[in-house]
């Protein structure tokens, strides 16, 4: 294996922990749908955006590695928390834009640089994502657990393009840059072990629980007809089993790919 790779053994890798408890590093770690580039502060952002070419309106995604991580930085109401759960327990990788609790922007999200304007949307919204893969979960709750520390992501490939999970798909670019790259191109094929590079999904669903302000949904309660209503704006892995869920939990909800951005 190449400079600069190890290969993911089941167990949480010290490595890119210490690596990004310290600081301005820039690692890509292994999901159920590829490979992604994580970072926990300003420096580390700004060189996740330059090495993709991604453009700054897209913010990182925030990694938590508990159900209680999340509850502290989101808001949440009784149904949106219980849809969480629901997807937790039954380990199915999802995502949510959910507005911050406003002290937890003010303590957890990096104060130094551009790290408030690169994790949030304009709207002061972040996509806050579950059960995207055990290696990255590790870290992200060692981090939380210890140092009350958050983990940010993005794809590790050049923006717009695929890693069709496999860690040769992340480019020369980033694998250059990056700190360190945890290679576990087996754990991302067990995911999806029938499907082709032209089946398989590269991406986990996101839901919108916010309307076009940021501010949340409200509550249906078990009544129909509730607007604004939760949205999905993104397919991906899971879709059926999300949908599913996402039927029982509320009654109205709405389907638009892509209206995030």
């Known amino acids: 294996m ?25 690692c890509v770690l292994p999901t159920k749908v590829g490979y992604i580039i994580a970072t926990t502060d300003s420096a580390g952002l ?15 995604v925030v990694l ?9 930085l989101a808001q949440l109401t009784p149904e949106i928390r219980d849809f969480y759960q629901k997807n937790w327990d039954k380990d199915i990788l999802m995502g949510c834009i959910l507005p911050w609790r406003a002290e937890a922007a003010e303590k957890y999200i990096p104060e130094e640089g551009e790290a408030r304007n690169l994790v949030r949307d304009g709207r002061g919204t972040s996509c806050f994502v579950i059960r995207y893969g055990r290696a990255a979960e590790q870290i992200a709750a060692e981090l939380w657990e210890k140092d009350e520390k958050l983990v940010f992501a993005s794809s590790a490939n050049p923006s717009g393009r695929g890693n069709r999970g496999k860690v040769e798909g992340i480019g020369t670019d980033i694998a250059t840059e990056a700190d360190l790259v945890i290679e576990a191109d087996d754990y991302v094929t067990s995911i999806q072990p029938d499907a082709s590079e032209a089946t398989r999904w590269e ?15 409200p509550e249906q309660n078990g009544q129909r007809m509730v607007a604004p209503a939760p ?4 397919k991906g892995v899971y879709l059926d089993r999300i949908l599913q869920l996402l039927s029982e939990s509320f009654l109205s909800w709405d389907f638009r790919q892509g209206a995030y951005y």
């Open 231 to 234: 949205v999905l704006i993104r």
């Open 2 to 26: 190449a400079e600069g790779y190890v290969h993911w053994n089941g167990e949480l890798n010290t490595e890119a922990t210490q690596l990004l408890r310290a600081g301005g590093a820039m």
């Open 64 to 72: 938590c590695g508990s159900m209680q991580e999340l509850e502290t």
């Open 203 to 217: 991406q986990g669903v996101m839901v919108s629980f916010v309307d076009e302000s940021g501010k949340l949904v």
């Open 46 to 60: 700004e060189r996740k955006f330059a090495v993709k070419n991604r453009k700054r309106n897209k913010p990182a």
